[in-house]
């Protein structure tokens, strides 16, 4: 009886071990010496099929090497399980213009379920003074 309890238990463990749980540990400073500017920000679009599934925290804007405009935005997967994505950047000049670059295609990403994690881009030129991000569901998961 007592064997077959434990090969019980033995099994069920590694059912559980193999179904994917995953655990996201993540280490910060209590008190972050940076000073981070978040901001919400209008100029993220996300697709509708990432509606309660990721979140976009918030946008951070500086001005990196020689002028250039540098983005990180921080997201989080608020479902359990791995999520993945593509996101598109699109860079604008000082009158609004978009700027037609090669590089304009989209990039996947993915998030373990409930990890927070950040997409930082500096932008190709520096003409660039705005942006636009857009967030896609892939259709496969």
């Known amino acids: 009886m007592t064997t ?5 238990i ?12 995953s655990t996201v ?13 978040m901001l919400n920000d209008k100029r993220v679009i996300t697709d509708t099929g990432l509606y309660g599934r990721v979140r976009i925290l918030g946008v951070n804007i500086a001005t990196g090497p020689a002028g250039f405009l540098k983005i990180q935005v921080e997201i989080q997967n608020l479902t359990s399980s791995p999520k993945s994505f593509t996101y598109r950047i699109e860079w ?10 090669p590089t304009m295609t989209a990039i996947p990403r993915s998030l373990e379920g409930k990890e927070t994690a950040s997409i930082t881009a500096m932008a190709p030129t520096d003409r660039a003074k705005d942006f636009r991000i857009k967030f896609l569901d892939q259709i496969s998961n």
């Open 25 to 37: 540990n993540t280490l910060e400073p209590a008190q972050p010496v940076a000073q981070r500017q």
């Open 10 to 21: 033995a099994a069920g463990t590694v059912i559980l071990l193999q179904s994917g749980c």
């Open 92 to 101: 604008f000049d000082e009158y609004g213009m978009i700027i037609n670059l």
């Open 4 to 8: 077959k309890l434990f090969a019980g």
